[in-house]
């Protein structure tokens, strides 16, 4: 009997035995099928987060182009309508940027394409009757003519001619090298701007030299230098070394909106070789409002040495009787009052006056003139998107 109890007993656990250690087989069989179910998972979120794009595609309208506190398209669109020069400019043109990704974070390059929407086309401000656009005053002639009855001249060549006023397209390249130590992250390379089918001064090659410091990250300082090694102009337009300083912080208001105040001071070393001028060429405030891919960002520019710009090279006089002749009056000629019977008729009033000749000179200029902006307002709208 004892050995019928030790042999039920015995089976008995061997079975019980048996059971569990195929329970706990089948048990572990299904956490490794769930381990590596979960692991596969894991990879492929983890090869989703770390995919890199190709490119970052950025566009956006504006009113004025500022670069470098000139001017690129708000005063060129105020001469050719002759308008005076506004605070505000209404030159629209599309920004379009391409930020590549290159495989290797040391390099990296970008470009951007600016195409004006507005004042596109050529067209006739000085209301001459010239040979050739921008050739010799010849409405005297004309004139003449009509009230002799004859034709000394060809009406086919001499006529009124479109002037060379059209706002053009311009292409900008960076290319650079990053690298980071102790100090900050840097970067140095080249910053090409052309301009394709426009007859305006804004081109230049500069190499550049970008430190974004190690210290006070919260408001990203960046101290960036540009030494431009081209000789168009003899360097009219942008100086030949160019400096800037810029502080901004993004404020994360929820996962797809933010908003990101900033600065930017810009300092131009020797303007031309005749000027030898340098100063703060610019002071740019922002703030950009980012949502869901879309930004709109506002942006104040002061110029605050106006020495930099009050001179023909930058504001051209032509069509007025006198040149200015205070470069550090804060005045410069009003595009408005250069052209056109009305503008013809105050001027020849002016100069019929009995008083002093240099009286008469002053108020000449007190009319054709009109303060320095040393103001200007700009809006962006635009988006972005990653490929």
Do not use: C
């Amino acid at each position: 009997m004892k050995a019928i109890l030790l042999f039920i007993l015995f089976s008995g656990g061997f079975l019980f035995a048996q059971s569990k250690t195929k329970n706990n087989t089948q048990q572990s069989n299904l956490n490794n099928k769930k381990s590596v179910v979960t692991v596969k998972e894991d990879l492929a979120n983890d090869a989703e987060e770390t995919k890199e794009h190709v490119v970052v595609l950025t566009q956006y309208m504006a009113n004025e182009n500022n670069f470098r506190g000139i001017s690129v398209y708000g005063d060129r669109l105020a001469r050719r309508n002759n308008t005076e020069y506004k605070s505000v400019p209404d030159a629209w043109f599309l920004t379009t940027e391409l930020a590549f990704n290159t495989g290797d974070k040391r390099f990296s390059t970008n470009m951007m394409f600016f195409n004006p929407t507005v004042g596109r086309t050529n067209r006739d401000n000085d209301y001459y009757y010239q040979d050739r656009p921008g050739g010799i005053d010849q409405t005297s002639t004309v004139v003449h003519s009509l009230n002799t009855g004859s034709l000394p001249y060809d009406p086919n060549q001499i006529k009124k001619r479109p002037e060379k006023n059209a706002l053009g397209d311009s292409a900008l390249g960076e290319f650079y090298f990053n690298w980071e130590n102790r100090a900050g992250s840097f970067s140095t390379g080249l910053y090409v701007l052309i301009n394709v089918g426009d007859n305006s001064r804004f081109a230049t090659s500069d190499y550049a030299f970008i430190w974004r410091t190690a210290f006070l990250k919260y408001i990203n300082p960046t101290i960036a230098t540009y030494y431009k090694f081209t000789s168009e102009f003899n360097g009219y337009g942008t100086g030949s070394v160019y400096s800037n300083l810029s502080f901004s912080h993004p404020f994360e208001i929820s996962e797809n909106v933010s908003i990101t105040p900033a600065t930017h001071i810009g300092y131009q070393y020797v303007n031309d070789y005749d000027l030898q001028r340098r100063g703060i060429s610019d002071v740019n405030t922002s703030l950009k409002l980012s949502f869901w891919g879309f930004f709109v960002k506002g942006i104040h520019i002061y110029r605050p040495d106006t020495y930099l710009w009050d001179n023909a090279i930058f504001n051209p006089q032509t069509g007025v009787p006198y040149s200015d002749n205070n470069q550090n009056d804060q005045r410069i000629t009003d595009p408005s009052k250069r052209y056109g019977l009305e503008n013809q008729i105050n001027i020849d009033t002016i100069r019929n006056l009995p008083i002093d000749g240099d009286l008469r000179q002053k108020l000449i200029y007190r009319y054709q003139q009109q303060d320095f902006v040393k103001n200007t307002f700009v809006v962006q709208i635009g988006y972005s998107m990653k490929f």
